[in-house]
């Protein structure tokens, strides 16, 4: 990002973190979210709590609901009441949308297509790589248990899904049917499939189920530093995906709540130096690095990644080729 761009977005979250707008009534707020963002919002929150104290005179008390990305799109669906929802990847976001509580268009609404921070599928294995796990074609040999979570429900899931998808059409040179059975030895592989990601964490470290974890960078980072250090180590595959994880604005509900002004705000500032730096301490990767220290930088490796757009293109498409009901996935799945 150049430096205009880059003033213009500091003028906008300066404008949102010194007290622009309306203050409404509104005691509360409820950002529905993912399972693997846990950590992050309970560093966020209160801060966004005491900025609003000080620049709006109320107090405000941001509420946190967490699950699999895709069941927490369907309990807002279903009247959970969320104001922001900050979920694991756009298709669940589209999917509120298109229920008629998310206005068209929301991707525009706040910077990089409203993707704050990203993050990409890494390996976590157990000390000793007693497997000889080092890239996509291991995950497929017989005896190797893969603990991952079921991509209809969990936006990790689904982003693990993509990128061994993914990097099986990139080395065959674009051959489906090569990708197709890729992903069918894989899936055979996988002994259980959580609903999300922190319970596939779970699975592989508290119940020791499986010789590998498909896992979000930002989980296998808080596995190996906070959870088992010593215990577990990440293993980088030869590529990966880009997975970039959404916020928006639940429209109804905020202007039913009179919250919008609170949601923006608590939107907004995770553009903000400090909510960048805060997304580096939960190892998510920040949007503006050069927001951040370099110490808090240095714990991110340069990985190959590819985008969803240069592989598939439309989500629209994707979601029903591959994780509708009776798509890919469950064609692949239910054959095991």
């Known amino acids: ?103 068209a268009g929301w991707q525009k609404e706040f910077p990089n297509h409203s993707v704050p921070y990203t993050s990409n599928i890494a390996f976590v294995v157990r000390a000793g790589n007693p497997k000889g796990i080092k890239d996509w074609s291991d995950l497929i040999k017989p005896g190797v248990g893969v603990i991952t979570s079921n991509p209809k429900t969990s936006a990790g899931g689904r982003w693990a899904y993509l990128a061994a998808y ?13 990708a197709k059975d890729y992903i069918g030895k894989l899936y055979a592989n996988v002994p259980i499939l959580d609903s999300g990601a922190r319970g596939s964490t779970n699975t592989f470290v508290e119940r020791q189920q499986g010789d590998v974890l498909l896992a979000w960078e930002n989980e296998a980072f808080l596995i190996t530093k906070e959870l088992g250090e010593g215990k577990y180590t990440v293993v980088r595959p030869s590529i990966s995906i880009l997975a970039e994880p959404p916020v928006a604005i639940v429209d109804a509900n905020a202007d039913a709540h009179g919250s919008r002004q609170a949601a923006h705000d608590y939107l907004i500032g995770l553009y903000s130096k400090r909510g960048q730096e805060l997304a580096a301490d939960n190892y998510y990767r920040p949007l503006y690095p050069k927001l951040v220290s370099k110490d808090k930088l240095a714990v991110f490796p340069k990985v190959k990644l590819f985008t969803f757009e240069k592989v598939f293109g439309d989500w629209d498409q994707t979601q029903k080729v591959h994780f509708d009901d009776g798509g890919l996935f469950d064609q692949i799945y239910n054959k095991r």
């Open 166 to 178: 993914g990097q099986a059409l990139e080395k065959s040179k674009g051959n489906a049917a090569v």
């Open 1 to 103: 990002m150049n430096k205009l761009k880059l003033s213009a977005i500091a003028l906008a979250v300066g404008a949102a973190l010194t007290g622009a707008g309306v203050a409404h009534a509104q005691s509360t707020l409820l950002n529905t979210s993912y399972d693997p963002t846990r950590e992050l919002y309970k560093a966020y929150n209160p801060e966004f709590e005491g900025y609003w104290k000080i620049n709006k005179g109320k107090t405000i008390s941001v509420q946190q609901s967490h699950g699999g990305s895709g069941k927490q799109a369907r309990a807002v669906i279903d009247g959970n009441g969320a104001d922001v929802v900050t979920l694991g990847i756009e298709s669940d976001i589209d999917a509120i949308q298109k229920a008629g509580l998310i206005k």
